[in-house]
């Protein structure tokens, strides 16, 4: 019944059973079998086309559409997450179904809800989404003034943590050697070291202070000889 190379192309294999159902394995191409399992019929009938489809797959394509439409509109808005666990991938099944499931109950029981909106569905999750958490939000602001008060510390704890991307810009200098504003540009002499009036980076040959780096420029006695 499953697929297999050696299986001819548009042929079918049937199994009955004692308890009245039979199952069918088309093959529409190589390598590939479409597997039904039926309780009404109960032969090997096949359709006289070129497709040669067994009667119990033209049956399901004839009348079964709704599970098609139903797969499309889940797909539509969904609550799905990517993830490799299969019991959580049926879960969110489950939940999109049930979600579509409560907007059929609801429109039949409320006809003229939304009549003549394009959007009835989204504005139905919408209205979902907010009831299913309401009892929980009125849950969290009924905390202990305690247990408030300690959510607020770990919110303003870490929206007080600096980032290394804001740091001040003038440490970000300090870090980064850059060329000295004194050497000729041939020389291309770089320091990690700056003037501490203007800013502007030294090095060690042009800074005129051993405590206080200070460019030639900021000295107020002018430029120092170089040693």
């Excluded at 086309?49 to 098609?68: A, L, M, Q, W």
């Excluded at 009835?120 to 305690?146: C, D, N, Y």
């Excluded at 247990?147 to 290394?164: E, M, N, Y």
């Excluded at 980076?201 to 040693?227: D, F, R, Y």
Aim: some cysteine; glycine content about 4%; proline content about 5%.
């Amino acid at each position: 019944m499953l697929p297999a190379a050696d299986r001819k192309v548009k042929s079918s294999v049937f199994v009955f059973s004692a308890d009245g159902a039979t199952m069918v394995s088309y093959v529409p191409k190589r390598r590939k079998a479409v597997v039904l399992l039926s309780t009404q019929h109960r032969d090997d009938t096949v359709m006289p086309d070129d497709s040669r489809k067994p009667e119990i797959i033209h049956y399901y394509n004839r009348t079964k559409c709704g599970v098609d439409v139903l797969d499309q509109l889940v797909r539509t808005y969904s609550c799905k997450r990517a993830t490799r666990r299969w019991t959580v991938s049926f879960f969110f099944n489950l939940l999109d179904i049930a979600a579509y499931n409560a907007l059929v109950v609801w429109i039949t029981s409320n006809p003229s809800w939304q009549r003549g909106k394009s959007d009835v569905r989204r504005r139905f999750l919408r209205e979902l989404g907010i009831q299913l958490v309401t009892g929980h939000a009125t849950a969290r602001s009924s905390l202990p003034q305690g247990k408030r008060r300690r959510i607020q510390d770990c919110a303003r704890q870490s929206s007080t943590i600096t980032s290394p991307a804001t740091r001040d810009t003038s440490q970000v200098r300090q870090d980064r050697r850059r060329r000295c504003s004194v050497c000729p540009q041939h020389s291309d002499r770089k320091s990690d070291k700056q003037c501490s009036s203007c800013g502007t980076p030294v090095c060690k040959q042009h800074s005129t202070s051993i405590n206080v780096i200070a460019c030639p420029s900021c000295t107020p006695s002018g430029p120092s000889e170089s040693t």
